[in-house]
């Protein structure tokens, strides 16, 4: 059984930075492709970003040359570094990890961002 842990998020002012961790408890780290996902109120839930066993990240177009995804598989932790936040990134923020067939997600982490 894999965990994971959101943790980083909270309250910003538009264009500050934050940056998420995502650790994994249990299983083979280095295996899994980790993706971020974030729900703001009332939508669907969205594809933020995703990293892959093999370190090659992807981004949404809606985050693309804000957010940065990065992994230390000797941390067993996958960031997201976040700058020049904008009111609409509010959400929760999730990370899902995918590996031998089998699916994970962590519990979310709220991130707002308000003046």
């Known amino acids: 059984q894999v965990q994971l842990i959101e943790s980083g998020g909270g309250l910003v002012q538009p264009g500050g930075s934050l940056r998420l961790s995502c650790v994994a408890v249990?299983?083979?780290?280095?295996?899994?492709?980790i993706d971020w996902f974030r729900q703001a109120p009332e939508k669907q839930r969205e594809w933020v970003a995703g990293?892959?066993?093999?370190?090659?990240?992807t981004y949404g177009d809606s985050v693309k040359g804000r957010f940065t995804i990065s992994r230390d598989d000797n941390q067993s932790t996958v960031y997201l570094q976040m700058d020049d936040l904008k009111i609409e990134d509010t959400a929760v923020y999730y990370c899902?990890?995918?590996?031998?067939?089998?699916?994970?997600w962590g519990q979310g982490t709220q991130v707002t961002v308000s003046s």
């Open positions: 899902k990890g995918v590996g031998m067939s089998k699916a994970y």
């Open positions: 249990g299983g083979v780290f280095r295996l899994y492709n």
């Open positions: 990293i892959t066993n093999g370190h090659t990240p």
